[in-house]
């Protein structure tokens, strides 16, 4: 079984321009989730899907940031414009919603963002 | 809002040695899962070991152990038999009903040979 698959590995821009990260979660996976790990840190929850529905954005900066998950199945998630401090590695996680496996969350090897 | 503290920055431990991570945690619920993920220089984060709050019994998962203190919202990790690829990053974890995980500052583990 494939695991979640995200792309770019690694991305670096200058300031201002957008970005754009891609998440294919495990197939049959309802939520995904979108995290940002800032360098020496643990991950801090962005946003959570729960099939298109996004259920959780409260830290999701709105002013730049955007997501979305159209067919329940992918995700993409948007920086525009970019800030240096948007340098951090980006990750996404998929679960499969059913109790007692629902709260496994399962991730992938993330992007890291660079900002220059 | 719920908080994981790792108060260890970094650990080492000879190969075939015994190590244990420290995590606390404080929150007002009775009914939640904790965590132990481990994150190699890949970057993925990969699950270790899981702990029911309402389940008394300590997890257990081959090498891996955790000695979970309710009362005290305390949580750590035994590794056994410390091999060299389990040097990474330690993250302890937390999670309500919500499925937000709220993740320590992680703790570095490295494994001498």
């Known amino acids: 079984e494939a695991g979640v698959v995200q792309s770019p590995r690694y991305k670096i821009i200058e300031k201002k321009q957008p970005v754009a990260f891609w998440c294919n979660p495990i197939s049959g996976h309802n939520t995904l989730y979108w995290y940002r790990q800032n360098l020496g840190q643990g991950p801090e929850l962005l946003i959570r899907?729960?099939?298109?529905?996004?259920?959780?954005d409260s830290q999701l900066p709105k002013d730049r940031f955007s997501a979305e998950r159209l067919k329940g199945v992918d995700s993409t998630l948007k920086i525009q414009p970019a800030e240096l401090g948007d340098s951090a590695v980006y990750l996404c996680?998929?679960?499969?919603?059913?109790?007692?496996?629902?709260?496994?969350?399962?991730f992938g090897a993330g992007t890291r963002l660079s900002v220059l | 809002a719920q908080t994981v503290t790792q108060s260890q920055p970094e650990m080492s431990v000879q190969e075939a040695e015994t190590v244990t991570l420290s995590c606390t945690y404080d929150?007002?619920?009775?009914?939640?899962?904790l965590f132990w993920y481990k994150q190699p220089p890949s970057r993925q984060m990969i699950l270790v070991i899981r702990?029911?709050?309402?389940?008394?019994q300590n997890a257990t998962e081959n090498r891996f152990s955790v000695n979970f203190q309710k009362a005290a919202k305390s949580f750590s990790l035994k590794i056994s038999d410390s091999q060299l690829g389990d040097a990474a990053m330690y993250f302890c974890?937390?999670?309500?009903?919500?499925?937000?995980?709220?993740f320590g500052q992680g703790t570095r583990l490295t494994i001498n040979p």
């Open positions: 929150t007002s619920e009775s009914d939640y899962y």
């Open positions: 899907y729960e099939n298109e529905e996004a259920v959780d």
């Open positions: 702990q029911e709050a309402y389940k008394q």
């Open positions: 974890a937390y999670e309500e009903g919500a499925q937000k995980l709220v």
């Open positions: 996680a998929s679960s499969h919603g059913t109790v007692p496996a629902k709260n496994i969350q399962y």
